[in-house]
């Protein structure tokens, strides 16, 4: 019996799962060097999304210490996966102290600073000797280059594809956009996006919203919402020239498929169900 991979990989998620990275991972809090390393891995905790990193504890250049506070309440974003029956899991913007698998947490102690809770070891035979770092408490290179947001998944996958099939963006019976010349971007679990040229949107029927977001793929995410549509709040974004992987869309404009009425070559598209559809249910166009 054939196996459908999305399938496969969605059934992973209540299990720990990691993957070793070729890439030289270093890590540092302030200026001060955390770890440098050849050997580091990408971790899955249980029910997570997105993975972070876990290196030798053993190439660690500072002090692992028991915690001097108690642990703070843990603000936990618990999303459904969008394709197919599968355990609610935990996005990106779930807090690094929600730990779904057993293992220890500890202090990361430079002569500078200490970082509370940043560091957790699992208590699993196949990652004896790694401890995982609480990836927003450091500043992270992938070789020389800065990462931001969590690591890229390498079973994660962003295609953009010129296009010109007519686009049509509405909402509450108000076109907002409409063009021939849109970039579709297809990303691995999520629905297509449409990015749209600023020039055929109608930017004067929206404004610019402090929201900001950031993905690890395409760079950050600034916002447009529609004054006085309860569904228009933050429903347009366009990403900045941070990476050159997305250049296509870069000052495109695109819109929550979740909560607009797209007609693409003149069909009407159903709207998906995710976290999109309410415009207070994600943190951000990337995803999970």
Known sequence: MATRLSQALLGTFPQLRYEPTAKRVRASLG???????????????????????????????????????????????????RQ??????LDPGTAFGRHTCAGEEFDVV???????????RPKDPD?????????????WLEDDEEIIGHPRDPFHRVDIRASSVDVEVA????????????????????????????????????EESPKRTVCPYKGRASYWSRPGSPQGRNVAW???????????????????NER?????????????????????????????
């Open 31 to 81: 200026r001060t060097a955390v770890v440098d390393t050849l050997q580091a891995c990408l971790i899955w905790e249980p029910r997570r999304i997105t993975p972070i990193f876990a290196v030798p504890e053993q190439e660690l250049l500072a002090e692992l210490a028991p915690p001097a506070l108690p642990a703070a309440p843990v603000r936990e974003h618990a999303v459904a996966i």
């Open 84 to 89: 197919g029956a599968a355990p609610t899991s």
């Open 110 to 120: 430079t002569p500078a600073a200490t970082a509370p809770r940043a560091a957790f």
């Open 127 to 139: 990652l004896a000797g790694y401890v995982v770092l609480d990836f927003d408490a450091f500043n």
């Open 171 to 206: 909402l509450d019976g108000v076109t907002l956009a409409r063009t021939n010349g849109a970039q579709l971007l297809y990303e691995t679990l999520l629905p297509v996006r449409y990015y749209i040229p600023p020039a055929d949107v109608r930017l004067d029927l929206l």
């Open 238 to 256: 366009s990403y900045d020239r941070r990476f050159l992987d997305a250049a296509q869309i870069h000052g495109l404009i695109s819109f929550f």
């Open 260 to 288: 607009v009425d797209l007609t693409v070559d003149g069909a009407l598209q159903s709207r998906p169900v995710s976290p999109w559809s309410r415009p207070d249910g994600a943190a951000g166009p990337d995803g999970p």
